[in-house]
């Protein structure tokens, strides 16, 4: 090459670059776009080698040139480009020899682990031949182990092929189980969901890692060099494989900011395989960072702003290899100029009217806060029986660790299914005569049969909704087997069997009912303002929820319909549902308080004693103790009891049908394959068996009576003559249950007691939370103590967030209004490169303050330079929490009466006197009620003033049961579908009232756990800091809002 300069400064020869390329890849759209830039620089000549020569012609015979461009696809002689380059020694952009890693994922995991990069934990399975049998391998229903490394489900199986993209994930029995396949895009699928595979593949060998939730998102970074970055994520094809496309049919991919450990990260991954333009897959889970695949050359598609950076980066590499005495600055203008479309304005947050009256356009909406109960279920039951059986008291001994005092809990598959053999031995064969046994024995038969068919029912296990407990009552002193000494053994236990409470098909479609209501109504912009949002990760959405099957369930049908996705609900709930049983279970720090209050209601009832007090008062009818009780409650118990036994009575004649017509040998059959749509609770009516007169669902008839048999027996305790009024809630469940879901069996009766358990339950339920204002507000706040933290904590760093964001975004406003002489600008630029060199540098080393966000939560932020979004800076963070119906009430109940706190005497309640009525005439929060927090921020006042952060609080009461009252067309359908409709939110704030986020910190405040009492964020140095006041300054050019912000270095 020669050098020499003419008087222009221009280079007299041109440096060659020769792209060494399979065709089909020198023709894609970024590659053309980023050779036609360097080109227009005027310094380099390109010469494409073309397939005939690469692949036909003697590597002598190559064309010589200054720089190579050669990198690995389909059909690519690797070594033959290897020899060419030994030969002629070009500058090499992506080196040759470790492009063989790239096609072992083995390798590629072993290269990044050697350079200390973070990866998933993973273990190898190496067959030599299909089918190879390894010792080192155990596979178990919920779990693989390797070389002793177990790795529970969900788990990802990768090919050791770099090429193959058949990649599995295998979900947990506890979510549902099944598999899900990930495959190169197909039309607009990029991976299917098996619901029956439980088995991993065997035909060769694999990677085994752990499955990282990173909230539905992957990310992909782009290097171009090892000092520049590029981060685009998209939806993760592990949610529901529909992928997201634009109106041109390219998939939606948006960029995204990197921390500074990622950039530290790309830097890495970019010197250790020696390949400059590299792309790789990055994990972000729990606060931290990992790398997935490394795929070698690869470009962003369909970014103009990229494409030049690209080729400015490009360019100084090159000449900084072969012409190291040129200035490789950016010249002022670049030589080239596309103009990009511009975005039309979008009224994503803008709100303009609120449920609670209009503020004006320059509110913007900030949080959506829920807390949802759980969709329709099934009732909830329990068995107790006192066991005495050898082979119950072993089985209990063997899951119990040998230890006879101890308890035990069965509820995997292999338990449940070695409870079910021995139960089965022990039912006995025929239906003994009632005259020659005792009424105990028959009890004790008759409790055995249930669990038997509880343990049948549905023919397949899943831990979701049946779980056993064996607590060892009584024991005796033995002769160790050995002979010496004595041991303790057993001689009695209690059996307990808790099973019901499933999720619906009801409940399923109304939960995604809610979720499509939500996305359509709580978000301005008429329903695709949410999802553009969500898609240009200005959406900040997490969803919580407690253990139980049901409650997981329904916040995965719920984001199903709220993000609009498709498929089955169990990818959803693994990618998208975090569980938080601390924060949404439990009742045991109420306890006390709750056993008090249910003495107390029982007292108020039993005795008949009308229920006004001296602190009650017409005008506030809810302060009296056992508000809402209906006034004849004692005369309406035994119209209960009589009733009941009328519904059980005909229950049990159709369940003696049911029990004459087994054929006898029906009681050692194996059980057929487990069926995830059962499980979980239908996905569809089961109308074959509503058509054959059955009850709806897996329940038999023989389940159906013994439910409504106990439901008789514990009410009222005929011997002792003495009601048992917490039993009135689960009467009033059955019937719900029965009138929605077996309207069709045509009970006599049942509607009847119906309005009885109604009026009853109507006041009981209430007030088992308390019995007066003050003491709901005691149990409330023990209850969701937790929760109340949390939402406090949200509302909080939302508000911090936008005053950065607001703050951020003045000062810049105000730097672009004073005017630069065009000379400044265009040094400004040209230091920006190094610029942001060093701020990689420094924000790497200096540990970022944490803003003190909720623990290890994962965040996407738009990058705003190379997004084509008119408002990058708009984000508005949604967090959702389902939940039982105690956390319900406890938080209403905490909202509603927090100023009767002696701290807060002076103030006024948050709920205004009109929603306080409602709400004392609001007797049930029923499946699916909700109550909703949203924040607005109104951009025109000042940032210190109170009134810029305004909350708006609505309630639903839930399930709507008008319908089951009615007779009308409404009713026949609802029948058909058996599912009730969800009513629409309510106000609790009078029209036009205003509520500051400080008002509403003070009054919840006393009764929420401070946030420093929260487990501290698991987040290395640089994670969520992008807004914490002391980065800011750091960081300013990583978040631009100004029209002139351009630079190389990301």
């Given amino acids: 090459m020669a050098e020499d300069k003419d008087e222009d400064g221009v280079l007299a020869t041109k440096i060659t670059i020769g792209v060494c390329v399979m065709e089909k890849k020198v023709f894609s759209a970024p590659m053309e776009q980023i050779l036609q830039r360097l080109q227009a620089f005027g310094e380099f000549e390109v010469v494409h080698f073309g397939d005939k020569v690469i692949l036909e012609e003697p590597i002598e015979s190559w064309p010589v040139c200054d720089c190579l461009i050669a990198f690995h696809s389909s059909g690519y002689p690797l070594e033959k480009a290897e020899a060419y380059a030994t030969l002629r020694k070009p500058f090499l952009v992506n080196e040759l020899e470790p492009q063989h890693l790239l096609h072992d994922r083995r390798k590629v995991y072993e290269h990044l682990k050697k350079f200390g990069i973070s990866i998933p934990r993973y273990a190898l399975v190496n067959r030599e031949v299909p089918y190879q049998h390894l010792d080192y391998f155990i596979e178990e229903e919920d779990f693989v182990e390797v070389h002793g490394m177990r790795f529970w489900k969900p788990f990802v199986e990768k090919p050791i092929d770099g090429d193959n993209h058949s990649i599995m994930i295998y979900y947990p029995s506890s979510a549902g189980g099944g598999m899900k396949e990930l495959f190169r895009k197909v039309g607009n699928r990029s991976s299917e969901f098996h619901p029956e595979v439980r088995r991993v593949r065997r035909e060769g060998s694999y990677i085994y890692e752990e499955f990282m939730p990173t909230g539905g998102t992957d990310v992909k970074v782009y290097t171009v060099g090892p000092e520049y970055a590029h981060a685009e994520a998209r939806k993760s094809p592990v949610v529901d494989g529909v992928v997201m496309r634009n109106p041109d049919g390219k998939e939606v991919r948006y960029p995204v900011l990197l921390t500074p450990a990622e950039k530290q990260m790309a830097r890495e991954v970019c010197m250790a395989f020696r390949q400059a333009v590299c792309g790789f897959d990055l994990l972000r889970c729990e606060g931290r960072s990992y790398v997935c695949d490394v795929n070698g050359w690869s470009f962003v598609k369909n970014s103009h702003k990229y494409y030049d950076d690209a080729a400015c980066v490009l360019r100084k590499m090159f000449l900084d290899a072969k012409a190291p005495h040129l200035s490789s600055a950016i010249p002022p203008t670049l030589p080239w100029k596309v103009n990009e479309p511009v975005q039309p304005t979008e009224g994503l947050t803008r709100q303009g009217s609120g449920i609670i009256g209009t503020f004006g356009q320059s509110e913007e909406l900030r949080c959506v806060i829920a807390v949802i109960r759980h969709g329709d279920r099934t009732p909830k039951q329990k068995v107790k029986l006192k066991v005495t059986e050898e082979k119950l008291l072993n089985l209990m001994m063997k899951y119990n660790g040998g230890r006879p005092r101890a308890e035990t809990k069965l509820k995997s598959a292999v338990q449940l299914q070695d409870l079910l053999d021995a139960t089965?031995?022990?039912?006995?064969?025929?239906?003994?005569?009632?005259?020659?046994?005792?009424?105990?024995?028959?009890?004790?038969?008759?409790?055995?049969?249930?669990?038997?068919?509880?343990?049948?029912?549905?023919?397949?296990?899943?831990?979701?909704?049946?779980?056993?407990?064996?607590?060892?009552?009584?024991?005796?002193?033995?002769?160790?087997?050995?002979?010496?000494?004595?041991?303790?053994?057993?001689?009695?236990?209690?059996?307990?069997?808790?099973?019901?409470?499933?999720?619906?098909?009801?409940?399923?479609?109304?939960?995604?009912?809610?979720?499509?209501?939500?996305?359509?109504?709580?978000?301005?912009?008429?329903?695709?303002?949410?999802?553009?949002?969500?898609?240009?990760?200005?959406?900040?959405?997490?969803?919580?929820?407690?253990?139980?099957?049901?409650?997981?369930?329904?916040?995965?049908?719920?984001?199903?319909?709220?993000?609009?996705?498709?498929?089955?609900?169990?990818?959803?709930?693994?990618?998208?549902?975090?569980?938080?049983?601390?924060?949404?279970?439990?009742?045991?720090?109420?306890?006390?308080?709750?056993?008090?209050?249910?003495?107390?209601?029982?007292?108020?009832?039993?005795?008949?004693?009308?229920?006004?007090?001296?602190?009650?008062?017409?005008?506030?009818?809810?302060?009296?103790?056992?508000?809402?009780?209906?006034?004849?409650?004692?005369?309406?118990?035994?119209?209960?009891?009589?009733?009941?036994?009328?519904?059980t009575e005909q229950v049990r004649l159709l369940a003696t049908d049911e029990y004459e017509k087994l054929p006898e040998t029906s009681l050692y059959d194996v059980i057929p394959p487990y069926d995830q749509a059962k499980a979980l609770g239908k996905t569809n009516i089961d109308v074959d068996s509503i058509a054959a007169g059955l009850p709806c669902g897996s329940e038999g008839f023989l389940l159906m009576y013994a439910r409504w048999k106990k439901l008789e027996r514990d009410l009222y305790n005929e011997r002792k003559e003495r009601f048992d009024i917490t039993q009135i809630?689960?009467?009033?469940?059955?019937?719900?249950?029965?009138?929605?879901?077996?309207?069709?069996?045509?009970?006599?009766?049942?509607?009847?007691?119906?309005?009885?358990?109604?009026?009853?339950?109507?006041?009981?339920?209430?007030?088992?939370?308390?019995?007066?204002?003050?003491?709901?507000?005691?149990?409330?706040?023990?209850?969701?103590?937790?929760?109340l933290g949390k939402l406090l904590i949200d509302l909080r760093n939302t508000r911090e967030e936008a005053i950065s964001v607001a703050e951020l975004k003045s000062n810049q406003d105000h730097d672009s209004s004073s005017t630069k002489s065009e000379k400044e600008d265009t040094e400004a630029k040209s230091k920006l490169l190094n610029k942001n060199d060093e701020i990689r540098k420094s924000s790497s080393d200096i540990s970022m303050d944490q803003d003190d966000d909720d623990d290890k939560e994962t965040k996407y932020r738009l990058d705003p330079k190379y997004a084509n979004v008119k408002t990058p800076e708009r984000h508005v963070r949604t967090r959702l929490y389902f939940t039982s119906e105690s956390h319900i009430h406890s938080l209403m109940n905490v909202l509603r009466y927090c100023n009767l706190d002696e701290s807060l005497l002076e103030e006024e309640s948050l709920v205004c006197y009109n929603a306080l009525e409602r709400l004392y005439r609001t007797k049930e929060l029923d499946y699916m009620s909700y109550i909703v927090l949203r924040m607005f921020e109104s951009t025109e006042v000042a940032l210190e003033d109170p009134k810029r952060f305004r909350i708006e609080m609505t309630f639903s009461r839930g399930a709507d049961l008008s319908p089951l009252e009615k007779n009308d067309s409404e009713a026949a359908s609802l029948h058909q579908e058996h599912t009730l409709p969800i009513m629409g939110p309510e106000r609790l704030q009078e029209i036009g009232s205003y509520l500051t986020l400080e008002k509403m910190e003070m009054m919840v405040r006393p009764f929420a756990m401070p946030a420093e009492d929260f487990p501290p964020p698991a987040t290395p140095a640089g994670f969520s800091g992008y807004f914490s006041k002391s980065v800011l300054e750091r960081l300013v050019n990583l978040w631009p809002f100004h029209k002139h912000a351009n630079s190389n270095g990301k």
């Fill in 729 to 787: 809630p689960d009467v009033y469940d059955s019937c719900k249950y029965d009138l929605l879901h077996n309207a069709h069996l045509n009970l006599v009766g049942l509607d009847e007691l119906f309005k009885v358990a109604q009026a009853l339950a109507d006041g009981v339920i209430p007030n088992e939370y308390g019995i007066n204002p003050k003491q709901k507000l005691k149990i409330g706040s023990k209850i969701a103590r937790r929760l």
């Fill in 424 to 647: 089965r031995m022990l039912v006995p064969r025929t239906r003994p005569d009632r005259e020659s046994d005792s009424e105990a024995e028959v009890e004790h038969a008759e409790k055995l049969r249930q669990v038997k068919a509880v343990l049948e029912e549905g023919g397949h296990f899943s831990g979701i909704y049946r779980k056993v407990q064996l607590k060892p009552l009584k024991w005796i002193k033995v002769a160790k087997s050995s002979g010496e000494g004595e041991e303790e053994r057993p001689v009695e236990a209690l059996m307990v069997l808790k099973y019901g409470g499933v999720l619906t098909h009801a409940g399923r479609k109304q939960a995604e009912e809610l979720g499509r209501y939500f996305r359509n109504n709580m978000y301005p912009g008429e329903g695709t303002g949410l999802l553009r949002l969500h898609s240009t990760y200005r959406h900040d959405l997490k969803i919580y929820s407690s253990d139980e099957g049901r409650v997981q369930m329904s916040a995965a049908a719920f984001a199903k319909g709220l993000l609009d996705l498709e498929g089955q609900l169990t990818p959803i709930l693994v990618s998208l549902v975090s569980k938080d049983s601390s924060m949404l279970d439990g009742l045991d720090n109420a306890s006390i308080e709750m056993e008090e209050a249910k003495a107390r209601l029982n007292e108020i009832i039993t005795s008949n004693s009308k229920t006004i007090h001296s602190n009650g008062s017409p005008e506030f009818p809810w302060m009296v103790d056992g508000a809402g009780l209906p006034p004849n409650a004692s005369e309406l118990l035994p119209k209960l009891v009589s009733l009941i036994k009328k519904v």
